[in-house]
């Protein structure tokens, strides 16, 4: 049985990023889908990039692999191009491999080396193709969907997915220190247990387990993409103008609590 | 199951964030929290602003009055329980309700620990965190009345993340704040109430009016966006965890600083 879960009954001011040029990657589906659709509901050009078929949404979709680092570059010149600017970028795309994933000491290296490299790697990539256009642009912001496996660790090891999570943290910071002098701002957010097509091949298996993590989030449900979202479009948003090189953490509490 | 997997529908032109909910804001009729009542207020919000000084306080309220979102002045002393349950009261009696409680009110007097008497220790722990404890228990009663409660603690980066000579007591005081914030949060979660703390860095506030424009330029250089925060941009953030919006975010400190404290050598 699914979990009750409630969505946010208001949302930003409709055109709080009308005139503005948003690329979002993982937009396939999930977390980054309702990102990319939020976005373009505020009012913003979205332009939406992910491995997976369109779901259909009223955005400009991109298929293409975000760890082709020549694809990320055209991809993003053509963005430019069409637009003549692009103000923020949310690094959405990640996998999370949980049936071959593990501990350090049995995880298979092919796994190890594709996890880094979608939820590292081509984040890397297109903030280094990304960043020289929004300075372009004059300010912007970025926003990276880490996870609080990035801040804590798993007693069910998964050492691929939160090392990488690990990463974008660092990367973001990294980012938001060095491109903070010119107006460009970059944040993390940290889901805890949100209910996505990623994570829900764990439920079905497990029908128990939703159930068991809502009971065990203090908040007594689990999250949202609504909820992700919302945060996301705080981060970018002028009403975070002061924020950069924070993670955000949207868990209802989860991680407060020992265990 | 399906349905979670696409993008949810949302109200085609959605009101302002916190239309029809009733804010009260410790320390709100200056500096950082009248920053946070302006934003409130600008997001629909009934605001009650609180400070020891009536004469100000009205003055503030009447600039920030909005015809949809009203804003009184009560007088209390936050190191006074009673002075903030009548605060909890007035806010009530006036709106109707109490759906946020900001509590702001602080001082920093800046005393090398060398110098620092009892005293000086028991006014800044007193302002600072034994009045978070007073207007957390006053409001609770009317938070959990809420549909939507929430509590947003003013901190700082000074005690939870950094240091500053002169100010200990402070520093030790918003630390306190912290923690208190993270039990609180598991403990008012069953009644769908969230608590979370902003952590503000440097704000042009009138603390900062003497410091001369030459002092001003060299913390501005300390500051990856490179420049100081204005009152406004912790509003921002206070408003973010006020509304619907942050419902699943709660025992969270959100750090408001321009990147100020991410380099390991400043500058």
């Not at chain 1, 053509?78 to 049936?99: I, K, M, P, S």
């Not at chain 1, 490299?117 to 990276?144: D, I, K, Q, S, Y």
Request: hydrophobic share 45%; net charge negative; glycine share 12%.
């Amino acid at each position: 049985m699914a979990p009750e879960t409630t969505e946010p009954s208001r949302a930003s001011p409709r055109e709080a990023f009308a005139g503005r040029v948003a690329f979002v990657t993982g937009a396939g589906g999930g977390m980054g889908r309702q990102i990319a659709a939020d976005l373009a509901r505020a009012g913003a050009r979205v332009f939406a990039a992910d491995l997976k078929d369109s779901p259909g949404d009223a955005v400009d979709y991109r298929q293409f692999d975000v760890t082709d680092e020549d694809r990320v570059a055209g991809v993003l010149g053509e963005v430019f191009a069409a637009c003549g600017r692009l103000d923020y970028v949310v690094n959405a795309a990640g996998v999370g491999w949980f049936d071959r994933d593990g501990a350090v000491a049995v995880i298979d290296r092919g796994v190890w080396d594709r996890v880094l490299e979608v939820n590292l790697t081509a984040a890397m990539l297109v903030c280094r193709h990304a960043l020289p256009l929004v300075e372009r642009t004059g300010r912007g912001a970025f926003v990276h969907v880490a996870s609080v496996a990035g801040l804590r660790n798993s007693d069910d090891p998964m050492d691929a997915y939160q090392v990488s999570k690990a990463g974008l943290i660092s990367l973001s910071r990294a980012v938001a220190l060095q491109y903070g002098p010119l107006g460009i701002r970059s944040n993390t957010i940290c889901p805890g247990a949100i209910l996505t097509p990623m994570i829900q091949p764990l439920y079905d298996a497990e029908p128990a387990r939703a159930e068991r993590m809502a009971r065990r989030t203090p908040l007594r449900r689990l999250g949202t993409v609504a909820d992700v979202s919302s945060a996301c479009q705080f981060l970018l948003s002028d009403q975070a103008a002061f924020v950069t090189g924070v993670d955000l953490v949207v868990d209802g509490g989860w991680t407060l609590a020992l265990p | 199951m399906s349905g979670h997997t696409g993008p949810s529908a949302r109200p085609a032109v959605p009101g302002p964030l916190l239309a029809g909910r009733t804010a009260v804001i410790t320390g709100g009729t200056r500096g950082i929290g009248r920053g946070i009542a302006e934003v409130l207020g600008e997001a629909g919000a009934r605001v009650v602003i609180s400070g020891r000084d009536a004469d100000r306080g009205r003055k503030v309220a009447d600039e920030l009055s909005a015809p949809d979102a009203p804003c009184r002045f009560h007088r209390a002393d936050v190191r006074s329980q009673p002075d903030l349950e009548s605060l909890a009261q007035f806010a009530a009696d006036e709106f109707g309700s109490l759906d946020v409680l900001v509590h702001n009110a602080g001082v920093y007097p800046e005393v090398p620990l060398a110098e620092m008497s009892e005293a000086d220790w028991d006014l800044v722990h007193d302002t600072n965190l034994k009045s978070a404890f007073f207007a957390f228990r006053a409001c609770l009663p009317r938070l959990k009345e809420s549909p939507a409660g929430r509590i947003v603690f003013v901190s700082s980066i000074t005690g939870p993340i950094t240091g500053y000579p002169g100010l200990a007591a402070y520093g030790a005081s918003k630390a306190g704040m912290n923690g208190f914030m993270r039990t609180a949060a598991i403990e008012v979660a069953p009644f769908g109430i969230t608590v979370n703390a902003v952590a503000p860095g440097s704000i042009r506030t009138e603390g900062l009016a003497g410091l001369g424009a030459q002092a001003i330029e060299a913390m501005e250089a300390l500051i990856p966006l490179h420049r100081l925060g204005d009152p406004r941009d912790i509003g921002g953030a206070v408003l973010y965890l006020a509304s619907d919006l942050a419902s699943f975010v709660t025992g969270q400190s959100l750090v408001v600083d321009g990147g100020q404290i991410l380099p390991e050598i400043p500058g």
